[in-house]
C-alpha cells in the first residue's frame, strides 16, 4: 500500500496531556464520502520524534518501515474539509508518542479509504440508541451524533461515556450541549476515580456497567433500555466491553454478528 504524507496535522487539542483531538486536512486530494462509526489510518515514518511524555522505545522500528494505526473518525460526515480523531498516549506504544509529538502544519499519512461496519446502518428505523464508551471509544460516537442527532424518526440518544477523571471526559462541553438542546440526547459521563478530583465530583462514579445496572441511565432518559427497542453499541476497552456483553446478555441482548443480527455492536480497539 502506498505510503505518503498526504495529510497536514490542522489543528491540535490537548484534552490532558495524554489525550488529544487531532484534525488532520488532505493534502491535494478530497476526502471520500463515509459513514459514521467508520475508521481510517494515520501513519508517520519510524524516524518522526517521540512525544516529551512517552516512554523511550525499547528497541527501535525498522528503518524504512512506516507505523500504522486505524483511528476511528470522530468528525460528521457532513465536515469535508478535515478529519478529526480522539487519540489516546500509549505512553510505551509505537504509533501514538509520534502523533502527539506532531503540531500544526506537519504532514502525516492519512489513509483515503474510511472502512467498518460499526455503523447505524445496522439500526431499524425508530428504535432508540446506547452509546456506550471508554475513553477514546467515544469517537465513532461523536461522528454519529454529529451527523444525525436531528434525524428525527422517534429514536432516543443516550451515551453513557467512562473515563478516570472528570478532566479525562472529552467532548463533555459539546455533549452538554447537545443534551440542553435536544429532548431526544441524555448524556451520561461516569468516573471511576472520584477520590483523585479537585473539586468533588457529584455525577455518577464507578464504571459504565455499574451505571447501566444501576437504572441511571432509565431514570435520566425516560426510557428503559430493552432488546425490543433499543440497539446498544460498546467501543473501547476490551475489559469494559466484556463486562458490558455480560451485563446485556443476561438481558436478553444479542451480539449482532455477520451471521446473525442482533442489538448490541461492537468495536474492540485492541
Ligand atoms: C478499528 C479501530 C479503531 C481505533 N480507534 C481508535 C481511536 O479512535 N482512538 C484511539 O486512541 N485508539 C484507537 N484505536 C487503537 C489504535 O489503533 C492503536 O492501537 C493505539 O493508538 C495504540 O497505538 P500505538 O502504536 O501507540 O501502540 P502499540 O505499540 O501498537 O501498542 C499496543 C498496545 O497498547 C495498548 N493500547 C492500545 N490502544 C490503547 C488505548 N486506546 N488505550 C490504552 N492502551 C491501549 C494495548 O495493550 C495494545 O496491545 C483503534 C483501534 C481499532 C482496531
Known sequence: MV???NAVVRQKVLVSPELM???VAPHGWELPEFTPGQYTVLGLPPEAPRYRLADPEDEPPLPGRPIRRAYSVASSSRAREYVEFYITLVRSGRLTPRLFALEPGDRVH???????????DRVEPGRHVVLVATG???APYMS???SFLDRGEGTRWAVLHGARHSWDLGYRAELETMERLSPAFTYLPVVSRPDEE????????????DAWQSGLLAGRSGFRPAPETTD??????PGMVESMMD?????GFVEHTRKRPGQVHVERYW
Do not use: D
Request: charged share 15%.
Open 144 to 146: 454519529m451524533l454529529r
Open 247 to 251: 451485563v446485556l446478555v443476561a438481558e
Open 110 to 120: 492519512l489513509r483515503p479509504r474510511m472502512s467498518g461496519t460499526f455503523t447505524l
Open 3 to 5: 505510503f505518503e504524507l
Open 232 to 237: 446498544v453499541f460498546l467501543c473501547g476497552a
Open 21 to 23: 483531538i487531532l484534525r
Open 136 to 138: 477514546t471509544g467515544l
Open 198 to 209: 479537585h473539586v468533588p465530583w457529584g455525577g455518577a462514579t464507578g464504571y459504565v456497567q
